[in-house]
């Protein structure tokens, strides 16, 4: 079988970098090439500097790379995104026009788009999101998911492109630092708790949201890429669910293994996006298509979390 070659988009977010090491075991470290419009220290591989607006330059990039997949991760996300919503619908919308147009002109055989949670919003029952069902967002950021959805299906349905795509809940890792989206405050809390310092959460404490640990999203992302084309039968996107929890949930998980771990709640304008997301995600059709299956609650993700940060942050023996 002919060996793939990756071009990864937005590789120095907090998914990419992770991303980026993963697709390194799997297809080889020398087949991935890491793009971005900011350096990437964490990655030893092959970079290049690419904006996604720069259509050409990253057409070229795909050819001379010879990209069989490329993994579209560059985009602003949903509390950053409300700064300035135009810009963010042409980063988010031209840019994902430009891969897919390239994907077709350099017959890419696959395409990775993720949407989000922030896809959801008015006229549905946000304590079970489905997987068909109105897709009516208060942000921009998750108008730009829902309209990706589409232009995933129409590049699918007219031109036979095979592009997959997973909503992700709120993302909890340890590896790298989260952008600027309104579930941030579940990895900024275990940096708090391990360093012994008081958390102000900017969510009210009972907020709860869909969320996944950073190993079980990377894990179902490889698997939807690597599942037969047939299995995949939802070509907008798979609703994924890893776990559901709110601040006071999080904190009791944190308290059990740092029992004095303090938490005040002063929640400002990311209240009102959390309040218009589902709570919880009825993730039924990735389980049937493609076998998904979570492997972190609650409690694993905290231990986890905080036995990686810990060593983080632990003084370094003096050589
Ligand atoms: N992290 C989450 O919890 C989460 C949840 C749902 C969906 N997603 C989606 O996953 C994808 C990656 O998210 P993330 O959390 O890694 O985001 P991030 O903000 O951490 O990273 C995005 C990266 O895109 C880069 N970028 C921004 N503008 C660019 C441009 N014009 N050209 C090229 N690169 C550019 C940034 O430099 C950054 O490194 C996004 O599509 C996001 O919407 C993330």
Not at 11 to 16: K, L, M, S, T, V
Not at 115 to 136: E, N
């Amino acid at each position: 079988m002919k060996q793939d070659r990756i071009l990864v988009t937005g590789a120095g977010g907090q998914i990419g970098q992770v991303l980026c090491q993963a697709l390194a075991v799997r297809h080889g470290a020398s087949n991935i090439l890491a793009t971005d419009i900011r350096a990437i220290p964490s990655w030893q591989g092959a970079f290049a500097r690419l904006d996604v607006l720069d259509a050409p330059s990253l057409t070229e990039l795909t050819r001379e790379w010879g990209a069989t997949q490329i993994y579209h991760l560059a985009a602003i996300l949903s509390a950053a995104g409300e700064k300035d919503p135009l810009r963010t619908w042409q980063i988010n919308m031209d840019g994902f026009l430009h891969v897919m147009e390239t994907a077709l002109q350099l017959s890419v055989s696959r395409v990775f788009h993720p949407s989000s949670i922030a896809a959801f919003g008015a006229g549905i029952d946000l304590d079970r999101a489905g997987q068909h069902v109105p897709l009516i967002p208060a942000t921009v950021y998750g108008i730009t998911k829902v309209a990706g959805e589409n232009w995933s299906y129409y590049y699918h349905q007219r031109y036979g492109l095979d592009i997959r795509s997973l909503r992700y809940p709120g993302i909890v890792g340890h590896q790298s630092d989260p952008g600027g989206g309104t579930t941030d405050y579940a990895v900024d809390i275990y940096h708090y708790a391990v360093q012994g310092k008081p958390f102000r959460c900017f969510l009210a404490e009972d907020t709860r949201l869909p969320m996944i640990y950073m190993d079980d999203a990377i894990r179902a992302t490889l698997a939807l890429m690597d599942a037969p084309a047939g299995n995949i039968r939802v070509r907008t996107s798979y609703n994924l669910g890893g776990m559901d929890f709110s601040p006071e949930e999080i904190a009791a998980s944190i308290r059990k293994e740092i029992p004095g771990f303090e938490i005040t709640y002063a929640p400002d304008h990311r209240q009102q996006i959390a309040a218009g997301w589902p709570r919880r995600i009825d993730d039924s059709a990735a389980r049937e298509d493609w076998g998904w299956k979570p492997e972190f609650d609650l409690d694993a993700m905290t231990r986890d979390m905080i036995r990686h940060l810990s060593l983080r942050y632990s003084p370094q023996p003096q050589s």
